[in-house]
């Protein structure tokens, strides 16, 4: 065999290993959301942690502080509620009702996030599942979602069918 040849022979046959043992790419993009949480009181600090716990827990969806932002959070003296307009969009008011009898702060945000990212309402009664909201114990401080709603998310942001209803308010009482 010639050199020319087994020099492209050999390139060849690395360039075939290379491609079988590289890792796959992601193919889904990052859709990143700004949040404004810049009135939301003394809430400001838990909305950004329930921003890192999203983070943290899907890979379609990034929550970004900034403006203009997609979605704006306000602080109220209601009961917690988001009025998602469409996915990654909308308003979240943070209610002090709730934190005054008990309920976690940033399992509020981090469920009103949710409702934002195209989840529904679900009242299981578990405190494992973030969309059970207030039908899960007041003692409940779990603010991570389940695997099931991670996917969800990450579905919804790959292009799926949200299941939340947009455009009518999500309040969890």
């Given at each position: 065999m010639?050199?020319?040849?087994?020099?492209?022979?050999?390139?060849?046959?690395?360039?075939?290993?290379?491609?079988?043992?590289?890792?796959?790419?992601?193919?889904?993009?990052?859709?990143?959301?700004?949040?404004?949480?810049?009135?939301?009181?003394?809430?400001?600090?838990?909305?950004?942690?329930?921003?890192?716990?999203?983070?943290?827990?899907?890979?379609?969806?990034?929550?970004?502080?900034?403006t203009p932002a997609h979605f704006v959070v306000l602080a109220d003296n209601g009961w917690p509620r988001a009025l998602p307009t469409s996915l990654g969009r909308g308003t979240i008011w943070m209610g002090r009702q709730a934190v005054d009898q008990g309920y976690n702060r940033v399992r509020i945000a981090t469920h009103e996030i949710g409702h934002i990212l195209g989840l529904p309402d679900r009242r299981t009664g578990r405190c494992t599942d973030l969309m059970s909201g207030s039908s899960a114990p007041v003692s409940c401080t779990n603010a991570n979602p389940s695997a099931a709603e991670r996917a969800e998310v990450d579905r919804n942001f790959a292009g799926g069918t949200p299941l939340v209803e947009f455009g009518r308010v999500h309040t969890d009482r």
């Amino acid at each position: 065999m010639s050199r020319p040849l087994r020099l492209m022979l050999s390139a060849l046959l690395t360039l075939a290993f290379l491609l079988v043992t590289a890792p796959a790419q992601a193919s889904a993009l990052v859709t990143v959301l700004r949040y404004d949480a810049g009135r939301a009181a003394e809430f400001s600090a838990t909305v950004d942690q329930a921003a890192q716990v999203w983070n943290a827990s899907v890979a379609n969806v990034r929550l970004v502080k900034g403006t203009p932002a997609h979605f704006v959070v306000l602080a109220d003296n209601g009961w917690p509620r988001a009025l998602p307009t469409s996915l990654g969009r909308g308003t979240i008011w943070m209610g002090r009702q709730a934190v005054d009898q008990g309920y976690n702060r940033v399992r509020i945000a981090t469920h009103e996030i949710g409702h934002i990212l195209g989840l529904p309402d679900r009242r299981t009664g578990r405190c494992t599942d973030l969309m059970s909201g207030s039908s899960a114990p007041v003692s409940c401080t779990n603010a991570n979602p389940s695997a099931a709603e991670r996917a969800e998310v990450d579905r919804n942001f790959a292009g799926g069918t949200p299941l939340v209803e947009f455009g009518r308010v999500h309040t969890d009482r």
